[in-house]
């Protein structure tokens, strides 16, 4: 779940499933408390790593955030034009969404990670003999989970990177405990564009907004799962659905807010408009699935916890 413009990424949903920096280190080639001791070679998958990787290449956003919350920020020497998070990653013109191998193994990698194969860009660096970790976009939690840990093992960090996924458990497990009892559950829209792309509870951001004990109105628009989990709603289906809550997950890529979503043919009627329930969330957090998840559960569960039971 890169950022990305709206029109591009209703194309990438067409045809495929989308794809707390709190531990963020200051870049000192040292290796950290506990790290030392990491055993190599260590496989994770069928990849194999005979030694620490010192020159870490990223090419997804989620799995730059991942890394640094793990305490392996020092080991990654660029990151794709895409990353923004923290704020002091080695950011390049690397693009994840239009890969190359030769501008890649420019940047003499011990390690790519990445999200999707795009341009069949594993195998091309797999012939320059450069090891490649692949992190698909998540389903669940647990695919989240796996890939903090599995990226804790190749880069010698897994205690840090249990301890980040540990963490990440017992909170969002104390948010969903403090949620109100409720007779009814709530219902949402989670836009991903104005064009009204949206995504259902089959999609790890869905996953999100069940934890929170909500209904997604966008299911059955994609009942059969002909959308991979993202269809497009029409301002009708919208209107009729009078959801309970609008979630803007394109706050920033495309000034989306309360008052532009009052103005829309139909919306001002909208439950979610009449309650003022139409949250803006951070269009970055929102699409990747990584530590700051927790933060975007917290919004939803914030804004749901506002409403009476």
């Known amino acids: ?25 200051k870049a000192d080639d040292k290796p950290s408390a506990g790290t ?3 055993a190599y ?20 956003p989620t799995a730059t955030e991942m890394l ?17 998070y923290p704020a002091d990653v080695p950011k390049t013109d690397l693009s994840a969404f239009q890969p190359n191998a030769e501008a890649i193994a420019g940047k003499n990698p011990d390690l790519v990670v990445l999200s999707d194969d795009r341009n069949k860009i594993v195998e091309q660096l797999g012939k320059l003999k450069i090891p490649v970790y692949q992190t698909p976009a998540a389903v669940t939690l647990d695919d989240s989970y796996r890939q903090i840990t599995e990226l804790g093992t190749l880069t010698g960090h897994a205690d840090q990177a249990t301890d980040v996924a540990t963490r990440m458990k017992d909170d969002i497990a104390k948010l ?8 009814e559950k709530l219902t949402y829209l989670h836009e991903l564009g104005p064009e009204l792309y949206s995504a259902t509870s089959k999609t790890f ?20 799962g002909k959308n991979f989990g993202y269809p497009q709603l029409s301002q009708e289906f919208v209107v009729k659905a009078d959801p309970d809550f609008v979630f803007l997950a394109d706050a920033k890529c495309c000034q989306q807010s309360a008052d532009t979503v009052k103005a829309r043919s139909g919306w001002a009627g909208l439950t979610a408009v009449k309650n003022n329930q139409v949250v803006a969330l951070d269009d970055d957090i929102a699409s990747r699935w990584g530590p700051r998840v927790v933060d975007l559960l917290r919004v939803i569960i914030d804004a749901v916890a506002k409403v009476p039971a």
Do not use: H, W
């Open 68 to 84: 640094f919350a793990i305490g392996a920020g020092p080991q990654v020497t660029a990151v794709d034009d895409q990353s923004n």
């Open 176 to 183: 969903v405990k403090d949620l109100p009892q409720r007779a």
């Open 41 to 60: 070679p260590v496989t994770v998958g069928a990849l194999t790593v005979d030694k620490r990787p010192e020159k870490i290449v990223v090419l997804s």
């Open 1 to 25: 779940m890169f950022r990305r413009t709206p029109r591009l990424f209703a194309a990438t949903l067409a045809v495929a499933a989308l794809a707390l920096g709190a531990c963020a280190e």
């Open 36 to 38: 030392a001791a990491a």
């Open 205 to 224: 951001i869905g996953s999100l907004y069940g934890q929170a004990g909500l209904t997604n109105i966008a299911d059955p628009a994609d009942a059969d």
